[in-house]
């Protein structure tokens, strides 16, 4: 296979016309063979066994039946039997990290077990105890009793490059001791569901039973642990994440000595600066975290900070996007004092700010919008005012709702039906009437609105066109 596909690499390629020759040899590519060897040892099967309750199916009730009927019995079977608790199992991988039966794996393996399994390639298997569990990073700490147990090493996340080759080993779809190699694709990636972990993104092939497994480098040390996969389908489609084992490693040292993970909080929304915000507020070119909303009672609210102030410097380190800021503060000691620099009103200020504590998820719920009397047609959109009702729901005194968009510079600048505008560059909207003296001051060119929609606010860049 291997001679197949050197052939396939050194063969001539034509692009336009015109031969090309790589100049690759069969030697210049990776051999995982004595990594796999070393390491596999190590890797573990997790095999975890919940227990769920079973629910009727829709409709179906148990018939009025004669106790003494066939058929009594058999409905009984079908449908009281559903209601009874059932067994469900599940697989994922993980890695010993101390010979002394400590293993690093996914919180999502070994979520809601009543037992976990833990199978080496030698086919020993213990019972396995959490330590602790991080939903948050997806990190958790099992514990097996046993001694002398082979460990992997641990890496330098930080000293990946793009392009790097790496490689996993686990157990997809149950197939134990699997190795699949690809390079980094990218670095410090934020998703959706997580903005504290700055995830390696590579092309390895994950799968279903990968998950907790360790992700190594070309040095036989591990550089991540295997988490998440983006994929329509539910299997690879050539987009997976792992957590940086320093990350994980950091966790973990705190589940071992209290049980639980505490991170640093500065308490603001924050956003990415595009071409187009970073105009409006007189930057040279897009950078840093934009912070859309200050939340009330948190480290930012007791410090200088302000809303529409772009972080651009975290303790010295550069910003260069969004997703770079939550995982500093996370990582910073609770207490300490924190410089800043910002950028605000195209211009930089040196903020000091004390780093508090993560408080546990809170979710705060926006009341529907009801009509109110009054409407203004303006920048292509229809805006009517808020009533009372309403600001108390979004915990607001001022701002005018968005009732309908229509082509112009509302709807370019991204601005949609249920939107609450609450300032514009830089002036409080507190009614139809100051919207309209602020949109005849605008210049024809970038500036700054901040909008509040489901419960966050968000800055948008907004030009106004010549005939507004």
């Known amino acids: 296979m291997c001679n197949t596909f050197a052939r396939l690499i050194l063969g001539p390629i034509m692009v336009l016309g015109m031969p090309i020759a790589w100049g690759l040899t069969a030697n ?8 796999v060897a070393a390491n596999a040892p190590a890797v573990v099967n997790i095999s975890t066994t919940q227990t769920l309750k079973g629910s009727r199916p829709p409709g179906f009730e148990m018939p009025d039946l004669p106790e003494d009927s066939p058929f009594h019995d058999f409905f ?18 993980g890695f010993v990290v ?31 105890e959490v330590v602790g569990a991080d939903k948050r990073s997806d990190v958790a700490l099992l514990k097996v009793s046993a001694a002398d147990l082979p460990i992997v090493k641990i890496g330098n996340p930080g000293a990946l490059a793009v392009g790097e080759w790496v490689l ?19 670095k410090g990636r934020s998703l959706p569901n997580e903005n504290y972990v700055p995830f390696i993104q590579t092309d390895v092939a994950i799968n279903p039973g990968n998950s907790g497994g360790p992700l190594f480098n070309l040095n036989g040390e591990v550089v991540g642990i295997n988490a998440q996969i983006y994929s329509r389908t539910g299997g690879f489609m050539g987009l997976s994440f792992a957590v940086p084992i320093d990350i994980a490693i950091r966790v973990t040292d705190q589940l071992k000595a209290k049980g639980k993970v505490t991170r640093g909080w500065l308490g603001v929304l924050i956003q990415d600066v595009t071409g187009d915000l970073a105009e409006s507020f007189a930057m040279s070119k897009p950078a840093g975290a934009l912070v859309s909303e200050i939340l009330p009672d948190s480290p930012a609210a007791e410090s200088d900070l302000k809303q529409g102030d772009i972080i651009v410097k975290y303790d010295g380190k550069d910003l260069d996007k969004m997703s770079d800021l ?18 605000r009103q195209g211009k930089p200020f040196d903020i000091e700010v004390r780093i508090g504590e993560l408080p546990g998820d809170t ?17 292509g959109m229809t805006v009517e005012e808020l009533s009372l009702e309403q600001k108390e729901r979004l915990q607001i005194n001022q701002g005018v709702i968005v009732t309908e968009v229509g082509p112009g510079p509302a709807q370019k600048a991204g601005i949609v039906e249920g939107d609450v505008i609450v300032q514009i560059q830089g002036k409080e909207v507190a009614d139809l009437k100051v919207l309209q003296e602020i949109v005849g001051e605008l210049p024809e060119k970038s500036v700054p609105v901040l909008i509040k929609r489901e419960s966050r606010s968000t800055f948008l860049a907004l030009r106004k066109s010549p005939e507004e």
Do not use: C, M, Q, W
Request: proline fraction near 6%.
């Open 76 to 93: 009984r079977r079908f449908l009281d039997e559903d209601e009874l608790p059932r067994d469900a199992r599940s697989l994922g991988s």
């Open 98 to 128: 101390s010979s002394d039966g400590y293993i690093l794996t996914s919180a999502h393996v070994i979520s809601d077990a009543t037992e976990i399994v833990v199978r080496f390639n030698d086919r020993r298997e213990f019972n396995a």
């Open 168 to 186: 996993a080993i686990g157990s997809p779809f149950g197939f134990e001791s699997t190795a699949t190699a690809g390079i980094v694709s990218a």
């Open 28 to 35: 210049d590519l990776p051999d995982f063979a004595e990594l």
């Open 363 to 379: 979710e705060r719920i926006l009341g529907a919008a009801a009509p109110v009397e009054k409407g203004l047609d303006v920048l």
């Open 326 to 343: 939550p995982p500093l503060v996370g990582v910073t000691p609770i207490g300490e004092v924190v410089a800043l620099e910002v950028i």
